[in-house]
């Protein structure tokens, strides 16, 4: 699939190139055939004027006519051919990052796709076979509550990947009407961190939470907001190294903190990481499960709070994702 999607943007480059080219070839012919018959027409009107009975002086003022207008005629080409030559690059530089734009994203939006598939399937396949396992043995009770709590957690993350889609879906198209409400973003977050020390219990989760951290907002979609950031620091980190989150008050408003020991994230991916479908790394090569939306989901959220999410390096090893929520 990468293959055909390389052969095709190779096509259209390809033809786009050699438009381009023909087009740039063809305002050049026609400067020169512009200038060719300025000339001649010069040439003809020397002719007749040197035919005409006129004092020398006259035919002095005649010929200077004739080469001002011969010098209008070619500044005019000039200024008339830079001007559409100027116009064929604006316009071929726009046409060429949209047919990149689409192409990318046409290639992500068939990332999603198969992301989505292979995530649906894989909770949805280990759920069935526990289920059936318990089905077809008489198994004791311990082996019951353990494949009883590994089809929890699977339909659990069955929840938040169909969660995710949905409210993205919902935010895009303007569907999804939040409720505003005071709520204790302390509380949350620590049932937030609670939450993921049951799901990965060879985690560590640290958490350095302020009391009483109110905020006006919506429940659900803040909850979305921590658990995107901490499924992100999850999957991108070592298992041995701790991921912490930290919530602070200020003056000027809240800080939540959401910090992880990976392998970090480069420059000149930092902005790219929350646009729709994004993911770090080669789509061939790429182990981390995910479908390029938690992040993208988290700028929305926050920019519906009147927040601005970051991300930075968290020295001396890892990422900091930094949300701010501003006081009204």
Known sequence: MANEQMRR????????????????????WWFITLEKQNRDTAALKYELASQESLSPQEKNTRYAI???????????????????FI???IGAAFVFRSVRRQFRLQQQQQNFMMAVTHELKTPIAIARLNLETMQKYNL??????????????????????????????????????????ELDLSALLKDCIQDFRNRFPDRTFNGDVEDDTDLKGDALLLQMLINNLLENAVKYSPRESPITA???????GIELQVMDEGPGIAD???KKIFSKFYRV??????????????????????????ADISVTNHLPQGSKFVVIFKTP
């Open 9 to 28: 943007l190779g096509r259209t480059t390809f033809i786009y190139w050699m438009l381009l080219l023909y087009i740039v070839a063809a305002l050049a």
């Open 268 to 270: 000149e991916e930092k």
């Open 140 to 181: 004791d009770p311990e082996k019951q509550k353990k494949l009883l709590r590994t089809t929890l957690d699977e339909t659990g993350r069955l929840n938040f990947l169909t969660n995710n889609i949905l409210i993205a879906s919902q935010m895009e198209g303007r569907g999804y009407k939040s409720s505003k409400e």
């Open 281 to 306: 790394g080669n789509e061939s090569t790429r182990k981390t499960k995910g479908t390029g939306l938690g992040l993208y989901l988290c700028r929305k959220i926050a920019a519906d709070h009147n």
């Open 87 to 89: 116009l064929i690059l």
């Open 246 to 252: 930290t919530l602070k008050k200020f003056r000027s």
């Open 66 to 84: 004739i080469e001002k207008e011969i010098r209008r005629n070619h500044l005019k080409y000039i200024a008339e051919g830079v001007t559409f």
